[in-house]
């Protein structure tokens, strides 16, 4: 069983910038064999994917934010990184890790992100 926690969230002005950290542990042999991806739910919406990045670290944006984030991963630390600039209000969610396809038992609390002035 894998846990994530994910971190970094905050409130953030308008063309601001975070950088989102989750941490994964538990009985798995680490997060180098596997692709992942970080997610959002925003209120009233659903969750929707916003980056993802493959076991060979190949990384996919959401057009939303493509040129905007940037997914990494170290995999020494069984730790994934999403750096999220030029924050728009429209990205204010609640932002997630997990595998892809994601597995229903291993979402974490997630990440509050506030984008406001």
């Known amino acids: 069983q894998v846990q994530l926690v994910e971190s970094g969230g905050g409130l953030v002005q308008p063309g601001g910038s975070l950088r989102l950290s989750c941490a994964a542990s538990?009985?798995?042999?680490?997060?180098?064999?596997?692709?992942w991806a970080w997610y959002r739910q925003a209120p009233g919406k659903q969750r929707e994917l916003v980056a993802k990045i493959t076991k060979g670290g190949t990384t996919n944006y959401a057009d939303s934010v493509k040129g905007r984030f940037t997914v990494s991963r170290d995999n020494a630390k069984n730790t994934l990184y999403l750096q999220m600039n030029s924050l728009r209000p429209e990205d204010t969610a609640v932002y997630y890790c997990n595998s892809l396809p994601p597995v229903s038992s291993t979402w974490g609390q997630g990440t509050q992100v506030t984008v406001s002035s």
């Open positions: 538990g009985s798995f042999s680490g997060i180098y064999g596997m692709a």
